[in-house]
């Protein structure tokens, strides 16, 4: 092979020249042709090949630092700390750390065959497409668990629509008691004695809605209160109690207090008499109902 330099062997030359830097495996009649192009070229730096300790291959290395072909090389040459184990799945020998002694499994994979269900996990098969699928005993407590994805969820949504009977007949029943309690009172608040209109009066709550549906409906709870008392004051719940004494005796708060922690739940059956109730109630006060009732 003489000194000069072709045409091909410029080609040549510059390819290497941009892949110098990347770590390939090389024979080694290719490295003597590289240097003697290299030195023609003027390449200030050659780095000198070297014999992988693990595959016993010469490569052209990336840095002066570099000891190994490939990074699987390095792997395998590097010492391993810790204990060796077997998996028992695969029979697979790995290393794992002291802190890591307990470990049974080398890979998620095996881990994954090896505890198929665990104690704190069920499984459960789906209602859509009769999958079967595991999930967490504390979910199906705390919220159920019937399908296996949020899309046979949506599937299931569409086909079966949720009865908003109840919430319908709720809503209903709170129109007509409100206004029974606001027609009631005359129109007068109950905390800062302001009258008006009963339209533009509100229904107001002593001991709040969210307390639940055992003092949601009660008389004695719900008073006719100004807007800018039951909004802006909150219900101005210190005037609202003494007011209420006055009205009903000096136990009824304690009475009140007692019932709000009782558990109730309205039927539909419940929600209609009810309804038909407080009717009769205003027809009994001489007001005429809106023609949606």
């Known amino acids: 092979m003489g000194d000069s330099i072709d045409l091909d062997n410029l080609v040549f030359l510059c390819y290497h020249i941009s892949m110098v830097n990347k770590v390939y495996k090389v024979s080694k009649e290719r490295v003597e042709f590289l240097r003697k192009i290299a030195k023609l070229a003027g390449r200030k730096r050659i780095l000198k090949d070297k014999i992988c300790p693990a595959c016993g291959e010469i490569f052209r290395p990336k840095g002066s630092i570099t000891k190994h072909c490939s990074w699987e090389c390095n792997k395998k040459d590097r010492p391993h700390k810790g204990i060796l184990k077997k998996c028992e799945i695969c029979k697979k020998e790995f290393y794992v750390s002291q802190c890591f002694k307990k470990a049974k499994f080398c890979s998620n994979k095996c881990r994954h065959i090896g505890l198929r269900i665990p104690e704190s996990k069920v499984e459960l098969v789906c209602k859509i497409c009769n999958k079967k699928y595991i999930t967490e005993r504390s979910h199906i407590k705390h919220r159920g668990s019937s399908f296996c994805s949020m899309d046979c969820f949506k599937k299931w949504r569409k086909k079966v629509k949720k009865s908003k009977k109840p919430t319908n007949y ?17 129109g007068v608040c109950i905390s800062c004695g ?47 109690a003494l007011a209420l004494r006055k009205k009903y005796g000096g136990g009824i708060l304690e009475k009140l207090d007692k019932e709000r922690r009782q558990i109730r739940k309205i039927s539909e059956d419940e929600y209609v008499n009810l309804i038909e109730l407080y009717k009769k109630k205003m027809e009994n006060l001489d007001f005429k109902l809106n023609g949606r009732f």
């Not at 709720?170 to 005359?186: A, M, P, T, V």
């Not at 002593?206 to 709870?221: M, S």
């Open 170 to 186: 709720k809503k209903r029943l709170w129109l007509i008691f409100s206004q029974y309690i606001r027609q009631r009172d005359e």
């Open 194 to 240: 302001k009258r008006m209109e009963w339209k533009n009066m509100d229904a107001g709550h002593y001991i709040p809605k969210t307390a639940g549906l055992a003092l949601y409906f009660d008389e004695r709870n719900v008073n006719c209160q100004c807007t800018y008392c039951n909004r802006f004051m909150h219900g101005n719940l210190a005037k609202y």
